[in-house]
Structure formats: C-alpha cells, structure tokens
C-alpha cells in the first residue's frame, strides 16, 4: 500500500494544465483561475476593498505591514515581471508611498530607546510587556517583565502578605490562560526572598517573568503598592519585518533602473530612487544587529536588553534571510558592492545550515550554531528577558516550516539569479525540499502540505499550506511545485481575504510566463 506522501507525489506526477487530475479540486471549476490575471485584479480591489488587516495605510505595531501589505507589494512586482505592464508598477508606487509614510520618522512615534528612525515598530503580540511597581511615595520600586507572547494581556497583581515585610506577586496572562504566582517577596537585596533573585531562581515559569529592581542604589524598606498594573508591550524594530517591507522597494528600483525604457520615464526613475534610499535607510537602522563571521558568512543577532523573549540570541535564520533579499535586489539595481558581499555573507551561513535528504534540502528554524538551537543556563548570561532555555546542547532544535521556509528559498533564488550564491544543484534541492518533502494530499486526496521542510509536523494547518504558492521561486527546477501549490488553492477555492493571497496567485501567474 502507497503511503501518503507516495500517493501525494505520484499525484504530482499526473500533472496537467489544471486540477492534476486529484479529486476533492472540482471546486476550481466553478471558482477562479488562479493562474489569470483577472483573479489577480480581483483579489487585488477586494482585499483593498475589504480593509483588512495588512492595508498599506496600516501601521506594523502588530506586523500588519511586514506579514499583509508586504505579500501585496510582492505581488505587484511578480505581476509586473508577468505581464510588463506598468499599470503594476504604479499600483506599487501608490501602495508604497502610502508605506512610506507609516514609519516611525514619520508617525513620530519611538523605539523602546526612545529613538524615532525611518522603519516600522512593533510591539504586541511579538515583545517583552513590561510593568512598573510603585511603592507608597508613587516612586518606582520593580519592574515587572513577562517574555511570554501577548504580553501586553498580562496583568501583575500585588498582594500584601501576611509576613511583615512581604508581598505576593501574580503575573497572569488572559490571553494564554498562564499564570505565575511569587508569595512571600522581599526587596531586601540580603534577604532570601529578594525578589529579583527569587524570581530568577525559579525560572521558567508559565509566564516567563523576569524582574529588576529600579531604586538607586536598590536601598529602601517600602513595598509596592497592592492592586493591578498592566504590562505594556515594548516598540521594538526587526529586522524581519524591515526585510519583508523593503524588498519589493528594492525590487522595483531594480526593475525600473535595470530597463531603459522606464528609467528614462522620470516618474519612475523618481521613485526608484526614492525607493533605494528608503530601503537603504530603513536596513541600516540593523546594522547594529549584523555579525559576520571568520568564515565569510553574516547573520543577524537580538542585542542583549532588546525587549524581545530571545535576546542575545541569534535571530532565526529566516529573519536573517528577509534582509537578505532587500540587500540581493538593492546590489542589483545598484551595482554597490557593499550590498553584494551582506547577501553573499548571509547566503554562505545559510549554506552550511542546509542538510540533504532525499534529494532534497532540509534544515532548522534556528540556525544550528546558535545559542537558543543548543540551549543555555542562567550562569551564561545569555538573555536579560529569557535567563535560560533548553539544556546545554539540547534547545530550540525544530526544523522550518513551509511559510517561513519560503522567505529562506525565495533569497536562495535570487542570489542565485543574481550570481552572488548557490548553484543549479542547489536550486534543484530547494525544489525538491517542496515536491518531496512538503507536498502531499489528505487521506481524502485534496492536496495539502506537511508543516516542517523534512515532511515531518504532520498535516499542516491553512495558515501555512495556502502559503504553498510562495515557494515557486524555484519552480522552475520542478514544476511539481507549481501544479501542487496550484492545487492546494484550486481545492479550496482560496479567496482574498489575506495579503499573502495575493502574492500566492501573482506567483501563480509568474511561473508560467516567466518559469524560463
């Protein structure tokens, strides 16, 4: 008997110029053809229509920009490199103006360092909620931090105890349903319940809670006042979501200036270089987070002190790769070298990380030699926010997934396109990672996706198998990934209802006419 990822691939196999011949895809008959550039249109008026989350006049306090109107923006440029009609071109002009105008320099709005810079802040669900306790006189006494998503749910009650010189503190979170209990504190440096010590004593708890003690000179008897403080979620930058924005800015410049026709358009040559500037600008608010290595490789790392769950980590190999794609589009459109050697260093560290099987490649959310991939204790002073994970050797081991694997293959593409990394025989394996690994169908034969790029996680959920059209980057290789991505949103008839949806089709309409 054919296991289910054999009779996924077989599937594969039968091809077709339409549902692959699978049943549970009639669906598509009655509904779009996701491979036309009307569906395009539509989903675009729609979703645009609709104000969802993800509009270009949204702010990025919580990714709407980095994971919605972003995909939009992607999808303009593939529909332009499909179509070359400039009407997409404009439709990125007028998206990302509107962009432009929701960064932080321009909203007037700061970081968590008080600092107003040309990206775009977010805070919940992502960042470190903080609270500060005061005492009677209204002065500061602890701040109370919670590393734990959606902390800006949390809520930190103080009791007082019955011991003198006690207090009982309750950190809990409505949105996860986690709580953390501390009785019997103190904020008495000698004491054996100081509270800084005691909470970092038993960490980790439900809610992941640190403390620090905000007296100078952290002397005094009073204790914080009884009652509710909310925890506030901090404004951090990352530099995922600035990856995510800028590349089709940087996208656009490069085909506007790389075409003679529209760079002698001013408009055009305008904007492309408006565009190169920003992306610039906004890439360069993370050059403090940048660490190359001896071996010519580059990667991204969260300072220690970021309000973030991991900082003083290195950031996920996806994360890192985001910026990676603004900075190969920003070389080609440019010719700065500069921009070439950031791509090629992050492209040679993400080779190392790549493992084969199959045929395919596979490889982790966390990138192998990091810090939280091996796990560390509390006397390495690794993280303010999250003091210890894992064990030694043993941490966040997780393979990637298929939606952020994307990010990972679509920069492995273009630097290949770009000749700053990889091969053919690399791009070869990406796209086998999809049509061996990731591609599969249900016990009832509609196609869907494993969740992990090893084809391990089981049957993957609709927020990562409708993401299964990103992957036609590296279509080309194996065409299995364009007729079973297509698939998987011919069988469920997938509607605009989400910003990557339209990336999604704008792929689908790009393999076809440009998978030469």
């Given amino acids: 008997m054919l296991t289910r990822r054999e009779l996924g691939r077989a599937a594969l196999l039968v091809g077709g110029a339409g549902l692959l011949g699978l049943p549970g895809t009639a669906s598509a008959a009655a509904g779009h053809d996701y491979t036309s550039r009307e569906t395009f249109d539509l989903f675009d008026r729609t ?27 992607a999808g303009f440029v593939r529909m332009y490199e499909a179509y070359r009609d400039t009407h997409y071109l404009d439709r990125l002009i007028h998206n990302i103006d509107l962009v432009l105008a929701g960064r932080d320099s321009e909203r007037g709005v700061t970081d968590y360092r008080g600092l107003s810079l040309p990206a775009w802040r977010a805070a919940h669900p992502y960042t470190v909620g903080i609270a500060q306790l005061a ?29 003198e010189g006690r207090f009982t503190l309750e950190v809990k979170n409505t949105q996860t349903n986690r709580v953390a209990t501390f009785p019997g504190l103190s904020m008495d440096p000698a004491s054996a319940d100081y509270a800084v010590r005691r909470i970092l004593d038993v960490y980790p708890t439900p809610t992941m809670v640190t403390a620090k003690d905000l007296r100078p000179g952290q002397t005094g008897t009073g204790l914080p006042v009884a009652g509710q403080t909310k925890l506030t979620s901090q404004p951090v930058i990352f530099a995922v979501h600035t990856g995510m924005i800028t590349y089709p800015m940087a996208s656009f410049a490069r085909i506007v200036l790389r075409s003679p026709t529209l760079r002698a358009q001013a408009r055009y040559r305008d904007k492309a270089m408006e565009y190169i500037e920003a992306a610039k600008a906004a890439a360069a608010v993370h050059d403090r987070e940048w660490r190359e290595t ?18 003083g980590t290195e950031q996920p190999t996806n994360q890192s790769l985001a910026l990676g794609m603004t900075y190969a589009e920003l070389f080609e459109a440019t010719g700065d070298r500069a921009f070439a050697d950031r791509a090629r260093r992050l492209a040679r560290t993400f080779e190392k990380e790549l493992k084969t099987d199959d045929g395919a490649y596979t490889w982790s959310y966390w990138p192998t030699f990091g810090k939280l991939y091996n796990g560390y204790a509390k006397t390495d002073e690794v993280s303010e926010y999250t003091p210890s994970y894992g064990s030694a050797g043993k941490g966040a081991q997780q393979l990637e997934d298929l939606s952020h694997g994307a990010i990972d293959v679509e920069f492995a593409a273009l630097a290949f396109r770009k000749k700053l990394h990889f091969r053919g025989e690399d791009m070869v394996k990406f796209a086998r990672t999809y049509s061996r690994k990731l591609a599969t169908t249900t016990e009832d034969g509609i196609p869907t996706t494993f969740l992990r790029v090893d084809g391990t996680g089981g049957l993957a959920t609709s927020g990562q198998y409708l993401q299964a059209p990103r992957w036609m980057a590296v ?42």
């Fill in 294 to 311: 001896a071996d010519g490789g580059g990667h991204y790392v969260w300072i220690k002190g970021m309000p973030l769950a991991y900082d």
């Fill in 135 to 163: 005492g009677e006189d209204g002065q500061p006494l602890l701040e109370i931090r919670s590393a734990l998503t959606y902390a800006d749910m949390a809520t930190a009650t103080v009791t007082a105890d019955a011991a």
């Fill in 47 to 73: 979703f645009h229509e609709k104000g969802g989350a993800g509009q270009p006049t949204d702010n990025n306090e919580h990714g709407g920009l980095a994971w919605g109107q972003s995909y939009v923006l």
């Fill in 475 to 516: 279509a080309h290789w194996d065409k299995a990934v364009f007729t079973h991505s297509r698939s998987v949103f011919d069988a469920r008839a997938a509607q605009p209802d989400y910003g990557s949806a339209l990336a999604c089709v704008a792929y689908l309409n790009w393999y076809p006419r440009v998978s030469g």
